[in-house]
């Protein structure tokens, strides 16, 4: 019956429950024996043949619940019983365990009416005997019958509500991996950002500053001279390294990184940036606070960003930047005066080897901390970008970083 694995507890209750009618048959058939009655002889074969009905139902694992195996065997046990009960008024407490089998093995539409069957039957053959008639008389049998139907439903309910926090911890397990599995995946393209990043705002804009510097110098030098292969062959050198570098960064992608004082750091900028072709001014706006060092971070890197193009593509004579600090947000304005271009249609930068990934870095660092970036460009009438970041607030009052 069931042979499937049961913990502890249900193995225990079936062997109760296996043990407790093969008792009460042997108290029917020493009550018989004992007693001697007419039919002994009778009771004690019926009663050896109900066992050995019960045993073959217990060993025979196509008896299992809600089947029509067990229906089947519950029916011929039920039927040995009746026999016996005919034989022996004695026969009366082996419904008990009969409750929980058909309980346990039928449907509860089937279960409970097979129960109170049973009880009457119970009943019924006791009064058929002619025995005295007394309150244990129908008490006995009704309330073995109720306390069977609550054991088994609570065991159930209880069996459902185990099943059911077992489904949600194996759940909450399942969740935990794919969260843990998330947070790496996240780990990672976090990294990936970064080290995008900081390869186009250093090493990229670096190399591209040298093969610049080298270009002109190379400009500079007769074709003649001792140094001009030198000069060509060190900005060739870069010029592969530059390709090398944004290849690495199309291969990754953009989040934060640098400390130190915002605007010291933008005046030395405005200052490595400036040359003869091109001249770069830096002013302040407003009443500087205290920001957190993500905003500082994304404030330099989109004004190296944003410089670099300037050198790069716009062919500009005049860049300014300004640092505007307002009551609730922080901005970064550059603006020059040079060739302009339609910002929709700066190619993706996966579709050329010249540049290109300054714009989506810089509008992913601003989306990272809340803020916008614009761009207002066209064909002939210069560029300006504004990057605009809301302060944080504590205590009420903006700039104050909890950190």
Same mark, same amino acid.
């Given at each position: 019956?069931?042979?499937?694995? @049961?913990?502890?507890?249900?193995?225990?209750?079936?062997?109760?429950?296996?043990?407790?009618?093969?008792?009460?048959?042997?108290?029917?058939?020493?009550?018989?024996?004992?007693?001697?009655?007419?039919?002994?002889?009778?009771?004690?074969?019926?009663?050896?043949?109900?066992?050995?009905?019960?045993?073959?139902?217990?060993?025979?694992?196509?008896?299992?619940? @809600?089947?029509?195996?067990?229906?089947?065997?519950?029916?011929?046990?039920?039927?040995?019983?009746?026999?016996?009960?005919?034989?022996?008024?004695?026969?009366?407490?082996?419904?008990?365990?009969?409750?929980?089998?058909?309980? @346990?093995?039928?449907?509860?539409?089937?279960?409970?009416?097979?129960?109170?069957?049973?009880?009457?039957?119970?009943?019924?053959?006791?009064?058929?005997?002619?025995?005295?008639?007394?309150?244990?008389?129908?008490?006995?049998?009704?309330?073995?019958?109720?306390?069977?139907?609550?054991?088994?439903?609570?065991?159930?309910?209880?069996?459902?509500?185990?099943?059911?926090?077992?489904?949600?911890?194996?759940?909450?397990?399942?969740?935990?991996?794919?969260?843990?599995?998330?947070?790496?995946?996240?780990?990672?393209?976090?990294?990936?950002?970064?080290?995008?990043?900081?390869?186009?705002?250093?090493?990229?804009?670096?190399?591209?500053?040298?093969?610049?510097?080298?270009?002109?110098?190379?400009?500079?030098?007769?074709?003649?001279?001792?140094?001009?292969?030198?000069?060509?062959?060190?900005?060739?050198?870069?010029?592969?390294?530059?390709?090398?570098?944004?290849?690495?960064?199309?291969?990754?992608?953009?989040?934060?990184?640098?400390?130190?004082?915002?605007?010291?750091?933008?005046?030395?900028?405005?200052?490595?940036?400036?040359?003869?072709?091109?001249?770069?001014?830096?002013?302040?706006?407003?009443?500087?606070?205290?920001?957190?060092?993500?905003?500082?971070?994304?404030?330099?890197?989109?004004?190296?960003?944003?410089?670099?193009?300037?050198?790069?593509?716009?062919?500009?004579?005049?860049?300014?930047?300004?640092?505007?600090?307002?009551?609730?947000?922080?901005?970064?304005?550059?603006?020059?005066?040079?060739?302009?271009?339609?910002?929709?249609?700066?190619?993706?930068?996966?579709?050329?080897?010249?540049?290109?990934?300054?714009?989506?870095?810089?509008?992913?660092?601003?989306?990272?901390?809340?803020?916008?970036?614009?761009?207002?460009?066209?064909?002939?009438?210069?560029?300006?970008?504004?990057?605009?970041?809301?302060?944080?607030?504590?205590?009420?009052?903006?700039?104050?970083?909890?950190?």
């Amino acid at each position: 019956m069931d042979p499937r694995p @049961h913990p502890p507890v249900a193995t225990a209750l079936r062997l109760c429950l296996h043990a407790l009618l093969i008792g009460l048959l042997a108290l029917v058939v020493v009550r018989a024996v004992g007693d001697g009655v007419p039919r002994a002889g009778a009771v004690v074969t019926v009663a050896g043949l109900m066992a050995a009905v019960y045993a073959a139902g217990a060993l025979l694992p196509a008896v299992q619940p @809600h089947t029509r195996t067990a229906a089947v065997w519950l029916a011929a046990l039920g039927a040995v019983w009746l026999a016996l009960l005919v034989l022996s008024p004695d026969a009366l407490w082996v419904a008990f365990p009969l409750y929980f089998l058909q309980l @346990h093995l039928l449907p509860n539409r089937w279960g409970l009416p097979a129960v109170a069957v049973s009880a009457a039957a119970a009943i019924a053959c006791f009064l058929w005997h002619g025995q005295a008639v007394n309150p244990g008389t129908f008490i006995g049998p009704l309330l073995g019958a109720a306390v069977a139907v609550a054991t088994v439903l609570g065991y159930e309910a209880l069996f459902r509500e185990s099943e059911r926090r077992r489904r949600l911890i194996e759940e909450l397990m399942s969740t935990r991996a794919e969260l843990a599995e998330a947070e790496r995946t996240a780990g990672t393209l976090a990294e990936r950002e970064r080290l995008a990043r900081e390869i186009h705002d250093t090493l990229a804009q670096g190399l591209s500053s040298i093969q610049l510097l080298l270009r002109a110098a190379e400009r500079t030098l007769p074709d003649d001279a001792p140094a001009t292969a030198h000069v060509r062959r060190a900005r060739e050198a870069a010029q592969e390294n530059l390709a090398e570098a944004r290849r690495f960064v199309r291969a990754l992608s953009p989040p934060d990184l640098a400390n130190g004082s915002l605007a010291a750091a933008l005046e030395r900028l405005t200052a490595r940036t400036t040359g003869p072709d091109l001249t770069v001014q830096f002013a302040v706006s407003g009443t500087p606070v205290e920001l957190p060092t993500p905003y500082e971070v994304a404030l330099l890197r989109t004004a190296q960003s944003a410089l670099a193009n300037t050198v790069r593509h716009a062919g500009a004579r005049r860049a300014e930047i300004t640092l505007s600090f307002m009551d609730t947000s922080v901005s970064l304005d550059v603006v020059d005066d040079g060739r302009g271009f339609t910002p929709g249609l700066v190619p993706a930068p996966a579709d050329r080897d010249t540049g290109g990934f300054g714009l989506p870095a810089m509008r992913a660092r601003a989306r990272s901390l809340g803020g916008t970036l614009s761009v207002e460009s066209a064909p002939g009438q210069g560029t300006a970008l504004a990057l605009t970041l809301p302060l944080p607030l504590t205590d009420g009052r903006p700039g104050q970083d909890a950190a």
